[in-house]
Structure formats: structure tokens, C-alpha cells
T-cell receptor, first 116, second 114 residues
């Protein structure tokens, strides 16, 4: 079975400061990794994904994440945040084969609050 | 391209009543999922459909939850009878079966059970 741990439930930060949201995962098989963002009263929107290849993945809205297989981590970073980045962020893992495609296991979420 | 449509967006019911949620996936997406998101938690998969067949319903509480996708397009998730702990947002997602492993989520249906 797979599990995902998001190490911070809430992250407050000032506008234009850098931010890192931490995600560790556990799996006995190869997985795909995702970060989703959820704005209030909305569904989940994909920020970025790691399927294979380069371990540094760039996503939308200036976010990037680095896959570290040895540390089983997939931390999300942004060098300078905006007020509009205030939202809840979810890290997720997905299995890589057959009918398991798309069956995601999510972390508990990290609420990012950007203060002016 | 139209997104994943869900209705109703909000529903309040008394415990032991029944409720149904509807989802229309993106056109051409053969695979459809229902996730349950309880407040303060990440979404949890309830059921996965491939066209009109169930692929995985191992996490679906079958004593009270049921879901169907009769024509392989839209889907209905039903809860009968509802319990207080069923209060959650029910998210529908879809994906193209071949290739990309990326889900597109709907806005969700928020259920409050009193």
C-alpha cells in the first residue's frame, strides 16, 4: 500500500517570500507523484506531475517540485509567492500500471496562507 | 473543452435520509472516479469505473453507498441511509484511459448531514 505524509498542516508566509511545502511518500512499487491545489469551494487543479525523467518538475503558476527517490520526497517550492497562492495544496501518489492508473492516494493537505 | 460537471453543489439532509449526486465527465474520458473528501483530510477514492463497468469499489461502504454509470458516460453516487460521518465533499474525476495519468476533477458536491 502507498501512503503520503505532508509534514506541515499550515504554512503562513509573507508575500514575495519563498515557500516550500514538504511531502514524503511510502511505496513498495514505482509511483507517479502529483501536486494539486484546491481553492475555496473549488475542485482540485493539477499543479505539476512527475512521471519519469528529470527529477525537477516545473508546473503552473511558477511552482516546481523535486523528486528525491532516496529520501522518498517530493517537496513543492515557489521562489516568490503572491496573495493569490493562498489555497490548500495536496500531494498525491499514483500507481503506474494497468487499471491502477488514476487511483491516487492523497496526503492530508497543507494550507498555504500568504500575508501582505 | 468543458470540464467535469457535478450537481448539486450543496446538499443538506437529515441523518437516515437519502441523497444522490450526479457527475458528467469530460467527453471521451472512459475512466471515472468518485472521491470522498472529509473536512481536514485529503480525498479518498470510493469507486473507479472503466466505461460502464466497475474496476475498483473496495473502499465503497456498500451497505449504504451505491454508484452506477449505466451508459458509460455520466454517473450517479447514492447514499441511503445517510449518517453524520458522511458529511463531506464528493469529488468526481475523469481521465482518458490510454496515455496520460492525469485526472481532471469537478468542483465537488458538498454534503452536510444533520
Amino acid at each position: 500500500a502507498q501512503s503520503v505524509t505532508q509534514l506541515d498542516s499550515q504554512v503562513p508566509v509573507f508575500e514575495e517570500a519563498p515557500v516550500e511545502l514538504r511531502c514524503n511518500y511510502s511505496s513498495s512499487v514505482s509511483v507517479y507523484l502529483f501536486w494539486y491545489v484546491q481553492y475555496p469551494n473549488q475542485g482540485l487543479q493539477l499543479l505539476l506531475k512527475y512521471l519519469s525523467g528529470s527529477t525537477l518538475v516545473k508546473g503552473i503558476n511558477g511552482f516546481e517540485a523535486e523528486f528525491n527517490k532516496s529520501q522518498t520526497s517530493f517537496h513543492l517550492r515557489k521562489p516568490s509567492v503572491h496573495i493569490s497562492d493562498t489555497a490548500e495544496y495536496f500531494c498525491a501518489v499514483g500507481l503506474t500500471g494497468g487499471t491502477s492508473y488514476g487511483k491516487l492516494t492523497f496526503g492530508q493537505g497543507t494550507i498555504l496562507t500568504v500575508h501582505p | 473543452e468543458a470540464g467535469v460537471a457535478q450537481s448539486p453543489r450543496y446538499k443538506i439532509i437529515e441523518k437516515r435520509q437519502s441523497v444522490a449526486f450526479w457527475c458528467n465527465p469530460i467527453s471521451g474520458h472512459a475512466t471515472l472516479y468518485w472521491y470522498q473528501q472529509i473536512l481536514g483530510q485529503g480525498p479518498k477514492l470510493l469507486i473507479q469505473f472503466q466505461n460502464n463497468g466497475v474496476v475498483d469499489d473496495s473502499q465503497l461502504p456498500k451497505d449504504r453507498f451505491s454508484a452506477e454509470r449505466l451508459k458509460g458516460v455520466d454517473s450517479t453516487l447514492k447514499i441511503q441511509p445517510a449518517k453524520l460521518e458522511d458529511s463531506a465533499v464528493y469529488l468526481c474525476a475523469s481521465r482518458i484511459t490510454a496515455g496520460a495519468n492525469v485526472l481532471t476533477f469537478g468542483a465537488g458536491s458538498r454534503l452536510t448531514v444533520l
